[in-house]
């Protein structure tokens, strides 16, 4: 009887010793995607202090300078479905895979 429940009490064990509540994040999953809103609050600049290890920063106090604002992820149109041109920068789109590449646009006033 005592081995029997010492096999089920180890059996229980394993499968808790591979759970964790830690996750990576990773990009496929986590990284923004076109047609995505986020909203976003701006604070009071705070010089964070020293740097370091072992440093405690608290940045819980500040004072919202702005409350919502939203920042909006579009893709950008290419000029003959073969080139983007982005400020200076030219990028030819058979160069990129597919929705690589985004435009972050934030305090945008409509």
């Not at 999953?29 to 010089?47: C, F, H, L, M, S």
């Not at 290890?53 to 409350?67: A, T």
Request: glycine share 10%.
């Amino acid at each position: 009887m005592k081995i029997q429940k010492l096999v089920i009490f180890l059996g229980l064990l394993v499968p808790l010793g591979t759970l964790s509540a830690q996750h990576s994040l990773q990009k496929d999953t986590n990284a923004p995607r076109a047609g995505e809103d986020i909203v976003k609050q701006q604070v009071e600049y705070k010089n964070p202090g020293r740097s370091g290890e072992n440093v405690l920063w608290d940045f819980g106090r500040l004072q919202p300078v702005n409350d919502e604002y939203t920042l909006f992820y579009s893709e950008p149109e290419a000029i003959n479905d073969s080139i983007y041109i982005l400020g200076l920068d030219t990028i030819l789109v058979e160069s990129l895979a597919g929705g690589s590449l985004l435009i972050g646009t934030e305090h945008n006033i409509n």
